[in-house]
């Protein structure tokens, strides 16, 4: 099996031994992170079909890459420290 391509410059310790990316020094947080991450997706497709919905039932069109701004904002807060 090929090793997955790195950048040249990438910071030693980023991948492990199985070649995923690590961002945590607990590799639980990483699998956390990405089962939040998960969560978030499917939540933004239903917020995207009710967006649709809505549409169809002819409710003024909205902005939907202001709600998503929003949506990511509210996602990332607790990481930027907002």
Request: no cysteine; glycine share 4%; hydrophobic share 45%.
């Given at each position: 099996?090929s090793?997955?391509?790195?950048?040249?410059?990438?910071?030693?310790?980023?991948?492990?031994?199985?070649?995923n990316?690590?961002?945590?020094?607990?590799?639980?947080?990483?699998?956390?992170?990405?089962?939040?991450?998960?969560?978030?997706?499917?939540?933004?497709?239903?917020?995207?079909?009710?967006?649709a919905?809505?549409e169809?039932e002819?409710?003024?069109?909205?902005?939907?890459?202001?709600?998503?701004?929003?949506f990511?904002?509210?996602?990332?807060?607790?990481?930027?420290?907002?």
């Amino acid at each position: 099996m090929s090793e997955t391509p790195r950048p040249d410059d990438t910071p030693p310790g980023l991948y492990d031994e199985t070649g995923n990316a690590r961002f945590f020094a607990e590799p639980a947080m990483d699998r956390f992170v990405a089962v939040v991450m998960n969560m978030a997706q499917e939540m933004w497709v239903q917020e995207e079909r009710l967006l649709a919905l809505e549409e169809a039932e002819g409710s003024a069109p909205v902005d939907r890459e202001a709600k998503l701004k929003a949506f990511i904002d509210r996602l990332f807060a607790p990481i930027r420290g907002a």
